[in-house]
């Protein structure tokens, strides 16, 4: 497994953009599909992104297609996700995932192929 540390959350208005970054360490990261998952108070971990081991493929949610762009650079073991229009249904704790080795992208969008997570960051979006 490969620890993940999360930075960038805080607090934005409505319609601005925040970046959130996670560092990968532990392992080769560039063994690893990646993913960023989110969860608001009271609400179930939902998937928000995912990016390939090499970066040629993505997979983003319904809820952030064409707002969020995940992306990564495996010279520096790190994972990025630049969020814009920014809305307050867009509040949640913001956590970074590295998938299990012995699952494919084509489970990018599951939760319980994720067996690395780090402790999240927290976005808030103001109206």
């Known amino acids: 497994q490969v620890q993940l540390v999360e930075s960038g959350g805080g607090l934005v208005q409505a319609g601005g953009s925040l970046r959130l970054s996670c560092a990968v360490s532990?392992?080769?990261?560039?063994?690893?599909?990646m993913a960023w998952f989110r969860q608001a108070p009271g609400k179930e971990r939902s998937f928000a992104a995912a990016?390939?081991?090499?970066?040629?493929?993505?997979s983003y949610g319904d809820s952030v297609k064409g707002r969020f762009t995940i992306s990564r650079d495996n010279a520096k073991n790190t994972v990025y996700l630049q969020m814009n229009s920014l809305e307050p249904e867009d509040t949640a704790v913001y956590l970074c995932?590295?998938?299990?080795?012995?699952?494919?992208?084509?489970?990018?969008?599951?939760?319980?192929?994720?067996?690395?997570w780090g402790q999240g960051t927290q976005v808030t979006v103001s109206p």
């Open positions: 995932a590295a998938m299990s080795l012995v699952w494919d992208f084509s489970a990018a969008k599951t939760r319980q192929a994720y067996n690395s």
């Open positions: 532990g392992r080769t990261f560039s063994w690893y599909n």
């Open positions: 990016i390939s081991r090499n970066g040629d493929t993505t």
